[in-house]
RNA sequence: GGGCGCAUAGCUCAAGGGCAGAGCACUGUGCUGAUAACGCAGGGGUUCGUGGUUCGAAUCCACGUGCGCCCA
């Protein structure tokens, strides 16, 4: 036989897995296989009746296609899932969207070119607004389902549905009943021309020339001490008209404070403003005392030209660099002003109507428009010495971004859910610290929010959304909102949508012989106009989704979104569900970072650094995005750029092609022939020792959410013990050996259970492709890898890790000199080298203890160890002939024959076919 | 401006007072029976900056810079 013949003795590997992973190609295909098997319901099916484990969906919302943040979020709730899943617990993942709100209503104004608000009819642009929100949602479901999501796509939790729209109404009720809700004035943007309240988003900002003077407020009663009599307080504004509605002057409290002596009387502002102020005002001051503005809390004035008394406040708010210190505060007219005033409880005073003129509480003025009656405002109070100074002054002001005009802040009626109704700041801080927050930081970020935030402004004056269930008495005023409205309206929107709110008349929607509950009125009655802020919708989706939900449960094991919904969806569920069911919708709560660029910069279309989920898809693979979201720490903000994909590509081509080496070596692999353990060499007792120990650490670390280190490890196992040794080492007997014997046998059986776990560990993750790598092996018992069983954490055998850890030590030095050789061009494959050993005695009788397999452990031709004092290790090249069917260097070549390249392992197994 | 974070090799991550460590990438090289694969070796660091505590700081403290989220 010549030595190409010999080749055709070898057990070389064989697999159609692929080493190329064609991603792009494949995964539809898989989708198509999940798809006809259902492998969701499978799943649930598997698990049913186990301990349930429920991720509760936050709703992204149903607006434009899905980005990079939006798949890493749902990336990651899938890895929970699955995970779970392959634990054995039932975790049922039933996604959601958030269907109503403003980005959906400017997008349905924008295309019905609409030009006022008031004029169009709402039923048919509801409509409008409703199959918007279902287009986006079907498609960012497509888009969620190719990212290779499990979950109940086809019964997904909108917030648009009746049911759900049916809670919304039922919880505004039970709040409402409760007493949590109140009406209060509060001041919003208004448009006086289009005559309707504007979002934050509706507003263009420009500049503007406003009067900007500086008053006098008579100082009544002094809290620092004694002043001279005909003190003043000197303040600026930029909005003449705010005058008559001033209600407090706000001092910062740590800013010093002083009183001058004036040609014009005695005057207080902030000390670091007083030379400004003179230029200005063309005055000579002498200083007369200081004082700190904390000192001035509670001092009384009295309003310049309206009967009203009122107290210098402190705020942090208060300037050192513009105006005077003292900051005229009108708590109708702005949206610090009116916080102000909530925490001294000043009155909300707004003499404006809907048109922007002045009503009848402003006599001298009433009618005017207010920013018409600005110069007769400046020159009436300048003629009664109350306007020291005026000038005009160029700044920045919001402006209507339908019809241009500049706005103004007026106070209208509007719902609160009271945070201090009950204790409800305290139960929510208390439910916060029973919580488990990942990262631990989200407590406190959370709790202090909690701490400080105002009440809830529940209405807002738009379209799109689930109306306010209140009515009013025209007689007696009394806004309606009790069990038997709420059951009435409940049952109808749970029928006809929250549409019907706007359909029918008020006495449809009232109970039959309805009377007011004040006056016993029977009507006439009026339904309210506003409707629900949409962060009450999302807010209320554990009620709506895991209690209506017979498979879910309440509370949820798991919240999981960005960092963002601290402010957002986390409090507004704790909120409702604090209210309601006195406790937390959530065990656990994860957030993740914010998806940025290679410098750590937030994607934006101006930067011109924005990755798509969908290049990634197209070009890599839905595997390869799934490895980034699981790649980096996600508790900080997740880079991506070209550089860190080509990264994750190759990483991901290492894991691919570990599985596929093993694939290719099992392929004859046969059940039956089981090996006992006791007949495993002691490297094989290694690697099963090693396996258990990554089991459990990546069992550990997903448990933990802690998927990167998980995934990490996975890679590390695959590379330096699998690849660089384990593997590499096997080969011998994997593909020379007999094809029964027992150490190829038994090399088979490791790699299958290795390979066995493998996948189903990297599953969660690299979904797709351990699908595919699943499909592949023999004798596997599931038709999908999602129906296996996660591997079992068995204890491993840490004298035998510690023990080899030593042998990797050694075989480190071995190396180095093989390589020393190589470079002098004497050595060229390691089973070339014979290797000279010098060891302490103990060390030898170490070495010692891995004959008679050292040189086949370290794929070497001969070792020879010698007594010596210190370890020394030199490489030759060997004398010894190569077998020409298994490469080694080995003496026993030569001795036959019929066959004089082989050595006598190969010469038995030549000769036993 | 305020609150909460983050910053370690080109990249992704470790080390949480005691010699700064992996993998990838890079460079060199071997093999040609994992082959658009695999093995071996090597170079690579002001641990963002400044100051402090300490015998000793990437680590603890203060200030600053840059970046992110939230709020104003």
């Known amino acids: 036989m010549d030595k190409l013949n010999y080749s055709e003795t070898v057990l070389l590997p064989k697999t159609a897995f692929p080493m190329k992973a064609d991603l792009a190609k494949r995964e539809p295909q898989l989708l198509e296989k999940w798809k006809k098997i259902d492998i969701y319901k499978k799943m649930l099916e598997k698990n049913k009746g186990s301990q349930s484990f429920i991720l509760h969906d936050g709703p992204p919302y149903a607006n434009g296609h899905i980005h990079i943040g939006t798949a890493l979020n749902k990336i990651l709730k899938d890895t929970v899932v699955k995970f779970k899943s392959l634990q054995g617990f039932f975790s049922p993942f039933v996604p959601g969207w958030d269907c109503h709100g403003m980005p ?245 005073i707004s003499p404006v109507d809907e048109r922007g003129r002045f009503t009848e509480e402003v006599p001298e003025w009433k009618g ?64 916060i610290q029973k919580t488990t927050w990942i990262p631990e930081e989200g407590q406190s970020r959370i709790s202090s929010m909690v701490a400080l935030r105002p009440d809830w402004c529940l209405s807002r004056q738009r379209l799109w959304g689930v109306a306010l269930p209140v009515f009013y008495c025209e007689k007696c005023g009394t806004a309606i909102c009790n069990k038997e409205t709420i059951s009435k309206i409940s049952s109808l929107v749970e029928k006809f949508g929250s549409d019907v709110w706007f359909e029918k008349s008020v006495e449809e929607l009232l109970p039959e012989n309805f009377t007011c509950p004040n006056c016993s009125q029977a009507g006439p009655f009026i339904k309210e106009k506003d409707i629900l802020d949409v962060w009450f919708d999302s807010g209320v989706s554990h009620l709506a989704v895991l209690k209506n939900d017979p498979q879910l449960k309440w509370p949820a094991e798991l919240y999981l979104e960005g960092s963002d919904q601290h402010r957002g969806w986390f409090q507004t569920s704790l909120i409702t569900s604090c209210a309601i069911e006195k406790h937390a919708p959530f065990k656990t709560v994860l957030t993740h970072g914010f998806v940025v660029d290679a410098e750590g910069r937030k994607m934006s279309k101006s930067l011109g650094n924005v990755i798509t989920p969908e290049q990634i898809i197209n070009q890599y693979g839905a595997d390869i995005l799934r490895l980034w979201a699981v790649s980096e720490n996600y508790q900080q903000d997740m880079r991506i750029s070209q550089k860190i994909i080509d990264h994750l590509v190759i990483v991901y081509r290492t894991l691919r092609n570990t599985m596929r080496f093993i694939l290719g070596n099992i392929s004859d692999y046969d059940v039956q022939f089981q090996v006992q353990e006791s007949e495993l060499l002691e490297v094989d007792r290694w690697a099963i020792a090693r396996l258990n120990q990554l089991v459990n650490d990546v069992t550990g670390y997903y448990e933990a959410c802690l998927f990167h280190k998980g995934v990490n490890e996975i890679f590390d196992f695959c590379n330096i013990d699998m690849s660089s040794f ?61 129906l296996e069983h996660w591997p079992e954490a068995k204890a491993p055998d840490n004298n035998l890790l510690e023990r080899w850890l030593k042998f990797f030590e050694f075989r480190k030095l071995v190396l180095k000199q093989i390589e020393q050789q190589r470079a002098q061009g004497k050595i060229g494959s390691s089973l070339e080298a014979a290797i000279f050993v010098k060891a302490n005695p103990q060390h030898r009788e170490f070495l010692e203890s891995f004959q008679p397999y050292l040189t086949n452990l370290l794929m070497i031709a001969e070792i020879h160890l010698e007594n010596g004092n210190e370890l020394e290790v030199k490489a030759e090249k060997t004398d010894l002939p190569k077998c020409a069917r298994c490469w080694i260097h080995h003496k026993t070549v030569g001795l036959s024959k019929q066959h004089p390249q082989l050595c006598e392992k190969c010469l038995q197994v030549v000769n036993d076919k």
């Open 104 to 348: 959906i209503e400017h997008q349905v104004f924008q295309q019905m070119k609409l030009k006022d608000k008031n004029a169009v009819d709402i039923i048919s642009f509801r409509k409008k607004a409703h199959d918007y929100a279902m287009k986006f949602m079907a498609i960012q479901r497509e888009e969620f389902k190719r990212l290779g999501v499990f979950g109940d796509w086809e019964h997904p939790y909108l917030t648009l549905n009746p049911v759900y729209e049916k809670t919304i109404v039922e919880s505004f009720g039970k709040l409402f009943t409760s007493g949590y809700i109140i009406q209060r004035y509060k001041p919003i943007h208004w448009c006086w021309h289009c005559q309707t309240a504007l979002a934050e988003a509706e507003l263009e900002y420009w500049d503007e020339t406003s009067p900007s003077v500086y008053v006098k407020f008579p100082v009544k009663k002094f809290s620092a001490g004694r002043v001279p009599d005909h003190s003043f307080f000197l303040i600026w504004t930029t909005t003449p008209w705010t005058l008559p509605a001033n209600v407090a002057i706000a001092v910062h409290p740590e800013l010093e404070y002083c009183i001058i002596k004036t040609d014009a009387g005695h005057f207080i502002l902030a000390t670091t403003l007083v030379d400004t102020v003179c230029e200005k005002l063309n005055w000579k001051s002498e200083r007369i005392a200081t004082f700190k503005g904390k000192d001035l809390e509670h001092t009384i004035y009295s309003h310049p030209f309206v009967e009203r008394d009122s107290p210098v406040v402190l705020a942090h708010y208060v300037s050192a660099e513009e105006g005077t210190g003292c900051v005229h505060t009108a708590t109708g007219h702005g949206e610090e002003d009116y916080q102000t005033g909530l925490k001294y409880h000043l009155p909300v």
């Open 368 to 431: 005017m428009l207010v920013f018409e009656a600005d110069p007769f405002i400046v020159d009436s109070l300048s003629k009664r010495h109350i306007i020291l100074h005026s000038e005009n002054y160029r700044h920045s002001y919001p402006h209507c971004w339908r019809c241009k005009k500049p706005v103004i802040f007026r106070a209208t009626k509007q719902w609160f859910l009271k945070i201090d109704h009950q204790n409800l700041r305290e139960l929510l801080q208390s439910e």
């Open 726 to 786: 384990y593997l590499d080492y096997l080969k011998d007997r994997l593909y020379t050996h007999g094809k029964n014997s027992c150490t190829r046998r038994a090399a088979q059986q490791v790699l299958y259970q290795i390979l066995s776990s493998l996948v189903v560990m990297l599953a969660p993750v690299l979904s797709f492709t351990c699908e595919e790598a699943y499909s592949f092996i023999p004798f596997k018992k599931q038709e999908s890898v999602f």
